[in-house]
């Protein structure tokens, strides 16, 4: 079963990183107040982006993985800017 790995833009500027196996059911439970805690207190919401894996428990761990991302490198990876994912990674104690 497919899964998907999705961004948000939330009505306060906030994102909410998800995951799914039908990513136009789960937009609509969003919009609709059915979604997440977090999306229900700030809709409308709307998709900035998404990734498709084989499987959900794939699009899980992406989900994980994102979510613990700062704002800058969630906005990276919304843009496409791929090649600053690795700077964006650094901890300021790694920094100089």
């Not at 989900?63 to 090649?83: C, H, M, P, S, Y």
Request: charged share 30%; with cysteine.
């Amino acid at each position: 079963m497919k899964g998907y790995m999705y961004i948000l833009l939330c009505s306060d500027g906030s994102y909410y990183t998800g995951s799914t196996n039908d990513l136009k059911r789960r937009l609509e439970e969003h919009q609709n107040g059915q979604g997440a805690n977090h999306t229900k207190k700030r809709r409308p919401v709307s998709l900035l982006y998404y990734e498709e894996f084989q499987r959900i428990d794939e699009a899980f761990y992406r989900e994980k993985q994102v979510q613990g991302w700062t704002r800058k490198k969630k906005e990276a990876l919304i843009e496409g800017n791929l090649d600053l994912l690795p700077e964006l990674a650094k901890a300021y104690r790694d920094l100089p």
